[in-house]
């Protein structure tokens, strides 16, 4: 296996890492947080796709799939918190809409009463 490789996966792996930590610790995200993790992504699926091709991939590399796998679990349950938090702020805005809509109209009704 290729030093590059393996490096390559590492170093996907390190900024999967980081990128993961930040949006746990934020419990939110911006769009330039999903351009990096998509480049990231890229990255990794380029990595791995080149070494599937080897035929007996080494101890090292595995250890990285492994742990690339590993990060792209935690990644999926880290986006599934975010759009549950998303899915509640926008029944909370929702709500507040509504509760403004009403309010507007009970305006415009007093007004018109007078």
Known sequence: MELTAVSE???V?????AALSKLQI???ATPEDFSS???????GARATRQ????????????AELS????????LKEVLASLHLG???RRRRLQENLEALEAASN???ASKDSI
Not at 37 to 43: F, I, K, P, Q
């Open 106 to 108: 009970w305006a415009q």
């Open 86 to 88: 998303l899915q509640i």
């Open 37 to 43: 993790l998509r480049d990231v992504l890229v990255l």
């Open 51 to 62: 070494a599937s091709r080897l035929l007996s991939p080494d101890p090292e590399w595995l």
């Open 13 to 17: 792996n390190c900024r999967l890492g």
């Open 67 to 74: 742990a690339y796998r590993s990060n792209l679990d935690k």
């Open 26 to 28: 934020r419990h939110c």
């Open 9 to 11: 996966l590492r170093q």
